[in-house]
C-alpha cells in the first residue's frame, strides 16, 4: 500500500508546485494572448495593489482613417467570471467629455483622484459589475484620428456605428465575456443619444452580443420636453425670477431658444429673453447641482452673465442649457467640471492626474494630435453637430421596450440643465405610446433607512428613478444611492421600499 501512494505524492507536491509558481501566470493568460500586453500592473499612486484585473488600450475601428478609441477596463472586485459586464459612456449634455475621466474617476471607477493621489472608491461599481470605460467619439480623451479632418464634423451616426465596431473587436480581445450579460450606461447626452442609439445598433445588427438593458441617467431624449422643463425647475428653485419665467414660458420657451441658438437663427423675441435671462443666471453656480453645486474657485473668476448676439452659445444661458455650468472654452479644455459638493475641482484633479506622463504609461495611454488630455474636448478644436441634439431618440428606446430590451431612466433630482421633470413626463409619454401601465404605485426607495429617490415601473422593461440628492453626476454626490440603484437594475429588482 505505501509503495502505490509514494507515486501519488509525488504528483501531488508536482501540482502543489506549479500552482504556486505559476498562479500569477496562469490568471494573465485567462485572458486573450493579445490583452497582455494591456494588463496594467498598477496606476501611480495607487493606494493598494488591486485584487481585481486593470486593462487600458485601444481598439481600431477605422484602420484607413487611422481611428481608435481608448478604453479603461476594470473587472469586478470579486466573482468577476460570472458578473455582467458594464460598457460606461460619457458625453456631457454636449457631447464630448471624457468616460475615463468622468465615469472612471470622478464618478464609479474603483480610484478617484484626491489631489496628486489616488484613493480607494468604496462605492465603486466594479463590486457589482466587470466595467468598461470607453472615450468615445474619436479626439476624446486619449481616442484619436490621425486624419484631422473627422474632427471638423462628427454626429450621432459616426459615433454609435464606431461604439459597435469597437465592441466587435473589443470581444475579440476578451472572449470570455461574449457571452456574458452586457449592459450599456450612460448619462445626460450619452444616455439620451450614444446609449440607446449603439443599443438599438445591436439588436438590429443581430450581432451575437449578450445585451440585456440600457439605463440612462438625466438623458437628453426629446428637446422639446427636456429643455421646456427647465422655467419650471429653475423658477422653483429661485435661479430666475418671475418675470424671466414668464418671458421662458410666454415669449421664447427653452427649447426655441436651443434650437435657434444652435442654427444661429436667433429671434428678436429669443434675443431679448436671451438677454435677461443671462443676467439672471449666475456664472458661479453649478446648474448640474443647482441647489449645492459651486464653480470650482480657480475657474470662476473671469466668467460674466452677459448675452452676446455675435455669439450666443458663450452667454451665461446657453452655457447653463449646454453645459451645466458658465464656462469658457479655456474652462471646459482644462477639464474644469464643478459639479458638486462633494468636490467641486474634481475635474482639475484628474485633468493633472491623466496627463501626468507616468500614468499615461500605466494606462498605455498617448496623446495623438492634441498637447493634453481634457475632461471635455473645446469645440474649437473637435466639433460635433450640434443639430443632433435637436433630434428625438425616444424611436430607438420604444424599440428596445418592444425588443424586450429592459430600460431604466433615472434622474438625479438637483440637476437643473436636464431635468427629472421632463424625463418623468416623457416617460409617461413613452409607456403610454407602449399600451404600458403602471405595474406598482409611484414610491420613494430607501437607502440606509432614509429615502433615496422615487420610482415609477412600468412592467419588467421599463422603469423610472430618481435618485435625490444627486447632480446630473449622480455617483458623485450620491455615491452609495448610485450603487443602490445600479444592483437593483443588473438583478431586475424592484428598488428598495425600506
Avoid at 202 to 219: Q, R
Avoid at 231 to 236: G, K, N, T
Avoid at 408 to 433: C, T
Wanted: aromatic share 12%; glycine share 8%; hydrophobic share 40%.
Amino acid at each position: 500500500m505505501r509503495r502505490c501512494s509514494e507515486p501519488w505524492m509525488l504528483v501531488a507536491v508536482v501540482v502543489v508546485t506549479f500552482a504556486a509558481v505559476l498562479g500569477p501566470m496562469l490568471l494573465v493568460t485567462a485572458h486573450h494572448q493579445s490583452t497582455v500586453s494591456e494588463r496594467i500592473t498598477s496606476l501611480p499612486r495607487q493606494p493598494m495593489v488591486a485584487s481585481f484585473g486593470q486593462f487600458g488600450g485601444y481598439v481600431t475601428v477605422d484602420e484607413k482613417e487611422g481611428r481608435a478609441l481608448f478604453y479603461y477596463f476594470v473587472e469586478a472586485e470579486s466573482q468577476a467570471a460570472s458578473k455582467p459586464l458594464v460598457l460606461w459612456l460619457n458625453g456631457d449634455t454636449l457631447a464630448g467629455c471624457s468616460s475615463v475621466g468622468g465615469g472612471a474617476f470622478i464618478e464609479h471607477g474603483p480610484f478617484k483622484v484626491d489631489g496628486e493621489t489616488l484613493v480607494k472608491n468604496e462605492y465603486s461599481w466594479n463590486t457589482e459589475a466587470n466595467m468598461l470605460y470607453v472615450e468615445s467619439p474619436a479626439g476624446v480623451g486619449f481616442s484619436y484620428s490621425t486624419n484631422k479632418s473627422f474632427y471638423l464634423n462628427i454626429n450621432d451616426v459616426i459615433s454609435a456605428r464606431d461604439n459597435l465596431v469597437f465592441l466587435q473587436h473589443w470581444f475579440e480581445k476578451f472572449p470570455q465575456y461574449k457571452k456574458r450579460a452586457f449592459y450599456i450606461v450612460g448619462e445626460a447626452y450619452a444616455g439620451g443619444h450614444y446609449v440607446p442609439q449603439l443599443a438599438q445598433l445591436i439588436v438590429s445588427s443581430k450581432l451575437k452580443i449578450n445585451l440585456k438593458g440600457i439605463a440612462i441617467g438625466n438623458p437628453l431624449l426629446d428637446i422639446q420636453i427636456d429643455a421646456n422643463a427647465l422655467d419650471d425647475y429653475w423658477w422653483s428653485h429661485g435661479v430666475i425670477s418671475d418675470a424671466g419665467y414668464n418671458l421662458l414660458t410666454a415669449v421664447c420657451n427653452a427649447s426655441r431658444l436651443v434650437t435657434e441658438g444652435i442654427t444661429k437663427s436667433l429671434s428678436p423675441a429669443c434675443i431679448s429673453v436671451a438677454t435677461h435671462l443671462s443676467k439672471e443666471l449666475s456664472p458661479a453656480i453649478d446648474y448640474f447641482n443647482v441647489a449645492a453645486g459651486d464653480a470650482c474657485p480657480s475657474a470662476n473668476a473671469s466668467r460674466s452673465g452677459d448675452f452676446d448676439r455675435d455669439d450666443p452659445l458663450r452667454s451665461s444661458l446657453y452655457q447653463a442649457l449646454f453645459f451645466g455650468l458658465p464656462q469658457s472654452d479655456t474652462d471646459r479644455n482644462s477639464g474644469q467640471a464643478g459639479r458638486g459638493d462633494r468636490d467641486a475641482c474634481a475635474g482639475e484633479y484628474v485633468t493633472e492626474y491623466l496627463n501626468r506622463q507616468d500614468v499615461q504609461k500605466a494606462l498605455h495611454a498617448k496623446l495623438v494630435g492634441f498637447p493634453r488630455w481634457s475632461l471635455c474636448r473645446s469645440m474649437k478644436e473637435w466639433k460635433y453637430d450640434l443639430r443632433n441634439r435637436l433630434v428625438p431618440t425616444t424611436d430607438f428606446v420604444r424599440a428596445l421596450v418592444k425588443s424586450k430590451i429592459r430600460v431604466l431612466v433615472y434622474s438625479g433630482d438637483q440637476d437643473s440643465a436636464l431635468p427629472f421633470i421632463g424625463s418623468r413626463k416623457l416617460l409617461d409619454s413613452l409607456a403610454k405610446s407602449l399600451d404600458l401601465h403602471p405595474t406598482a404605485p409611484y414610491r420613494a426607495w430607501f437607502a440606509d433607512k432614509k429615502v433615496g429617490g422615487w420610482t415609477q415601473e412600468y412592467g419588467n422593461f421599463l422603469s423610472f428613478a430618481i435618485v435625490r440628492g444627486a447632480s446630473q453626476r449622480t455617483s458623485q454626490t450620491q455615491p452609495k444611492r448610485s450603487l443602490i440603484l445600479l444592483k437593483s437594475f443588473l438583478a431586475a429588482k424592484s428598488l428598495p421600499q425600506s
